[in-house]
């Protein structure tokens, strides 16, 4: 009876949230109310206060169930702890890419996140949870590269911060394109096929010599004096 009682809520709660995730799509999340969901989940709005905080608190979830995933091995891999940072790298992205470009749920669920969410109010610890997501990202990319430089995978004098801040653009690039026009999603081979193409532009860039800024100060061109400066001197 125990066990079927605990089943039943994992299924009211799953309920909700495949209510959420149409309704968000269908009206975007700052004109959707629990009402709304509770209507379109054929529950109560006491089922939903009894899973879940909030609004923001039933977001956070509705993307949880596809990005959780994401968080798992190989995607949550530390490359800069690796004996192979580069190919650590490439395993993270393109299980990223992989996992969004087989998941039509996750995509739906990220077009809500990208296109039908406006992060004010209530809805601002959600952006915040984003941007520590992020930054996690975005911090072990440059920790992978780091490793990669000291290995001799890439280059010597490899900007690795705005490296990983291309890269991360790039992962966010994609998976937003896909959302926006999901007849051209590609196989998970060839998404993996778009992640090798970049690193292998990494391989090949020129290695900055020790000591040698990274960037050149651009030269200012020598102007003349005008004619009448040149006779007053």
């Not at 490439?90 to 890419?97: D, E, F, N, V």
């Not at 996140?113 to 949870?129: A, S, T």
């Not at 020790?210 to 102007?223: E, L, Q, S, V």
Request: include cysteine; charge should be positive; aromatic fraction near 6%.
């Amino acid at each position: 009876m125990v066990r079927r009682t605990k089943d039943e809520a994992v299924e009211t709660r799953n309920q909700i949230l495949d209510a959420a995730e149409r309704v968000f799509s269908a009206r975007g999340v700052s004109r959707t109310s629990l009402a709304d969901i509770a209507k379109a989940a054929s529950v109560t709005r006491g089922a939903i206060y009894w899973h879940f905080k909030d609004k923001a608190d039933l977001f956070c979830e509705m993307v949880a169930r596809v990005t959780m995933p994401m968080e798992d091995a190989p995607c949550q891999i530390d490359p800069g702890r690796e004996e192979d940072p580069l190919e650590s790298i490439r395993a993270m992205l393109t299980g990223i890419l992989q996992r969004t470009s087989g998941d039509a749920q996750a995509r739906r669920v990220f077009h809500i996140v990208f296109n039908k969410c406006e992060y004010v109010d209530e809805m601002q610890q959600v952006w915040q949870r984003f941007r520590e997501m992020q930054a996690g990202c975005l911090q072990r990319l440059e920790l992978g590269l780091a490793a990669a430089v000291k290995r001799g995978q890439l280059p010597a004098g490899l900007d690795t911060r705005q490296t990983a801040a291309g890269l991360h653009a790039l992962l966010n690039g994609l998976i937003s394109k896909w959302v926006m026009d999901p007849d051209h999603v590609p196989s998970r081979t060839d998404a993996a096929g778009i992640i090798d193409v970049f690193l292998e532009g990494l391989r090949a860039a020129p290695a900055v010599p020790a000591g040698k800024p990274k960037r050149a100060a651009a030269r200012r061109p020598r102007t003349r004096p005008a004619p009448a400066a040149r006779r007053r001197a």
